[in-house]
């Protein structure tokens, strides 16, 4: 037995202290999304693992990890903790970014990752 954190979002550690949230909830959305699009895609991996072995580490053995880039499917299905996947899909009301994001809903979650 271990701690659970039911809504981890271990993909987003890069960010910590990089998107106030002092304007409201909507400007802090867009915000982290400019943040997590600032930064390389190994960068943020390497976050999301040091997120991840910190909370084994604190005693956290099962995160119900909201994934809104896809990284943490690839990432956690190879760590140490139990997770229970939840994508998170954004469009941001961009046209542009519907037609992704309904894609990746609609794709096959990895075997170690379950899915609610």
């Known amino acids: 037995p271990g701690l659970v954190n039911a809504h981890a979002h271990l993909e987003l550690s890069a960010l910590a202290g990089r998107a106030p949230a002092d304007h ?4 802090w959305i867009a915000s982290v999304l400019r943040e ?5 895609t190994g960068e943020l ?3 999301l693992l040091a997120g ?18 896809g990284l ?6 190879r760590g140490p903790l139990r997770v229970r996947l939840f994508r998170e ?5 961009d046209p542009r970014r519907t037609e992704a994001a ?4 609609r794709a096959p979650f990895p075997a170690r990752c379950e899915l609610l």
Do not use: H, P
Request: proline share 0%; glycine share 8%; net charge positive.
């Open 24 to 27: 409201g909830f909507t400007s």
């Open 36 to 40: 997590r699009a600032a930064r390389s």
């Open 45 to 47: 991996e390497q976050a």
């Open 52 to 69: 991840a072995a910190r909370a084994r580490r604190t005693g956290t053995t099962t995160v119900g990890e909201i994934d809104g880039s």
């Open 72 to 77: 943490s499917e690839r990432a956690l299905a």
């Open 89 to 93: 899909l954004l469009d941001a009301r």
């Open 102 to 105: 309904l894609a990746r809903a």
